[in-house]
């Protein structure tokens, strides 16, 4: 279907075309120069030492939930307001995720009070996710979970280029982790990048991403050694070069796109101030935010699906981000019902994701905030 309004509209420009035939003429197309580089502006970005670039965001949190050493037996206290990789990656290493509910209506991200009760004996580590591009402040608890010996791993994949206070996202916790997916702020197609400042996790994700080989084949071109020797079983998470380079080429236009995207959410906040009864979340940022996605909460007793059914006959297409990972039928199978989350067992009929993308223009944001009083109203 031809949208008057997607979702999100990946525009690539001749400067990415242009690094990815470069590195094709090299070629040299997997793992590689293009790939160091990149590792190393994403490095510089965040404020860390190290950043690692692997296969997918899913991949990164893989490797650091693994890198930790998390196990059977252990629990991962995680946000059910998350795409469902956060959570899988956990199970993927055989520990237990913890469901931990929303701050509140005006805040999405993880709820801290929520964090501290949950905590047991069994607590390895806690996975924060910065949603829609709004870093999570975990100063507040920060010493009660080092205190506890509590590893934090980073859902970053919204927010690159955001922060808070004096830490950049990927630097918030021990191990940061980012998605390069096709509609994200910038993107690889496929692709992700752990960051840390942490060597010694380093050197374990930098093994475990290349199936615990000690050496890559680009280092062995270089002449810098002949052979190498396998130090552990895992599997093949590398990123390649082609996607490195338009990972780079992306980089560079990083700070305008995201400043474009603030832009655009004021629009929105104006135009949808008018419409009784919708709450828009994040209206007071904390720190820095990337503002990758557009939520906001619909009505109460609003149909969801009416509404999102006659958007789309305005040409407008919507979406969920997301549906709490606690309530599907996997995690509630195999985990149980759990403890209620009443913020989010609150919200989550209401969440509605909206048009969100750096070129989008003034008349379409005003377009969409006017379809969807009309929906809203029950008209077509």
Not at 279 to 290: L, M, S, Y
Request: hydrophobic letters at 45%.
């Amino acid at each position: 279907m031809r949208w008057k309004v997607p979702l999100f509209d990946l525009r690539l420009t001749a400067a990415d075309l242009r690094a990815v035939e470069r590195t094709m003429r090299t070629n040299w197309i997997t793992t590689g120069p293009a790939t160091e580089r990149f590792e190393r502006a994403v490095a510089e970005l965040v404020g860390v030492p190290h950043a690692l670039a692997v296969a997918s965001g899913t991949a990164a949190l893989h490797l650091a939930y693994a890198a930790l050493g998390l196990g059977p037996g252990d629990e991962v206290l995680c946000p059910s307001l998350s795409f469902v990789a956060t959570a899988n990656a956990i199970v993927m290493t055989g520990a237990t995720p913890v469901f931990v509910d929303s701050e509140s209506e005006s805040r999405l991200t993880i709820s801290l009070d929520d964090v501290i009760a949950k905590i047991t004996p069994r607590t390895r580590a806690l996975a924060i996710v910065d949603y829609a591009g709004h870093a999570v402040d975990l100063s507040p608890i920060r010493r009660i979970v080092k205190d506890k010996g509590i590893a934090v791993v980073e859902d970053a994949a919204h927010a690159i280029g955001a922060g808070i206070g004096r830490k950049s996202c990927g630097a918030i916790g021990d191990i940061g982790c980012f998605s390069f997916y096709s509609n994200k702020n910038i993107t690889t197609a496929e692709g992700g990048m752990i960051t840390t400042a942490n060597t010694e996790l380093a050197e374990r994700m930098r093994l475990m991403r290349s199936h615990g080989m000690t050496t890559l084949s680009y280092e062995r071109h270089r002449g810098h050694s002949f052979t190498y020797d396998v130090v552990m079983a895992f599997t093949n998470y590398r990123m390649d070069d082609l996607r490195a380079a338009l990972g780079l080429a992306q980089l560079r236009r990083l700070r305008a796109q995201n400043a474009r995207r603030e832009r655009i959410v004021k629009l929105y906040l104006r135009d949808l101030a008018q419409i009784p009864g919708l709450t828009v979340p994040f209206q007071k940022a904390r720190g820095t935010p990337a503002y990758h996605i557009m939520p906001v909460l619909l009505p109460e007793g609003a149909d969801r699906l009416a509404v999102m059914t006659r958007l789309r006959g305005h040409g407008i297409q919507t979406s969920i981000h997301y549906r709490p990972i606690h309530t599907f039928t996997f995690y509630r199978e195999t985990f149980g019902a759990g403890p209620r989350l009443p913020v989010l067992d609150r919200i989550a009929p209401r969440l509605l994701t909206l048009p969100l993308y750096p070129h989008m223009t003034a008349a379409q944001v005003k377009y969409v905030a006017t379809s969807l009083m009309r929906a809203l109203a029950g008209l077509s």
